[in-house]
């Protein structure tokens, strides 16, 4: 069993499992299994998170530098400013 499978399908069912609370909180469903499922499954997908960037920081440094002018890509530009516009709004 491959430590870096478990934390990426962990990432992923959290994430799933998160929206779809979210999805729920979000059109009033406020019953209190939902919201500690919600923050349960929050927590888990930031714990998890964080162990697959770990793993996998080789590959995002791969993705957001060039290997031979180490310039920022264009990429990483990108992704900054959609997460900057999520973060604003």
């Known amino acids: ?5 478990v934390i990426s399908l962990t990432v992923a069912i959290a994430f799933l499992l998160l929206a ?21 499954f929050g927590l888990l997908f930031i714990s998890f ?16 530098k060039g290997r031979t002018s180490g310039s920022i890509k264009k990429e990483l530009v990108i992704a900054s400013l959609i997460g900057g516009i999520m973060l604003v709004l």
Request: hydrophobic content about 45%; overall charge positive.
């Open 20 to 40: 779809c609370t979210g999805i729920l909180l979000f059109i009033k469903q406020k019953a209190h299994f939902i919201e500690m499922t919600h923050t349960i």
């Open 49 to 64: 998170a964080i162990f697959h960037i770990l793993n996998n920081w080789s590959s995002i440094r791969a993705y957001s």
């Open 1 to 5: 069993m491959k430590r870096k499978n």
